[in-house]
Nanobody, 124 residues
Framework: QVQLVESGGGLVQAGGSLRLSCAAS????????MGWFRQAPEKEREFVAA????????VYSDSVKGRSTISRDNAKNTGYLQINSLKLEDTAVYYC?????????????????WGQGTQVTVSS
């Protein structure tokens, strides 16, 4: 069992940066790949970024590639998502999730555990 709690969301001006955290409980977190997804109002949940259990492999959606960094610290049972050059369209609830087998990281159906989400609002 893995429990995830996101933090770090808030109101940010366009062009600014934000670092989201995902704190995990359970000693097995380090065995899970981790992903970040987001959901804007009236839109489907979409993949943002993912990282392997070891942290050696990452993947990003085109919408954040080049301005985002996903990372993790297994010793602290915490994952991170840094997004720079924030845009209005980045406004959404951001969720972190854990994937037991490290497969299909861009598909939300492959994730076993989810956090409750943290709101990110980008203003002009």
């Amino acid at each position: 069992q893995v429990q995830l709690v996101e933090s770090g969301g808030g109101l940010v001006q366009a062009g600014g940066s934000l670092r989201l955290s995902c704190a995990a409980s359970g000693r097995t977190f380090r065995r899970y790949a981790m992903g970040w997804f987001r959901q804007a109002p009236e839109k489907e949940r979409e993949f943002v970024a993912a990282i392997s259990w070891s942290g050696l492999s990452t993947v990003y959606s085109d919408s954040v590639k080049g301005r985002s960094t996903i990372s993790r610290d297994n010793a602290k049972n915490t994952g991170y998502l840094q997004i720079n050059s924030l845009k209005l369209e980045d406004t959404a609830v951001y969720y972190c999730a854990a994937n037991q087998y490290g497969l299909g990281l861009s598909d939300s159906y492959n994730y076993d555990y989810w956090g409750q989400g943290t709101q990110v609002t980008v203003s002009s």
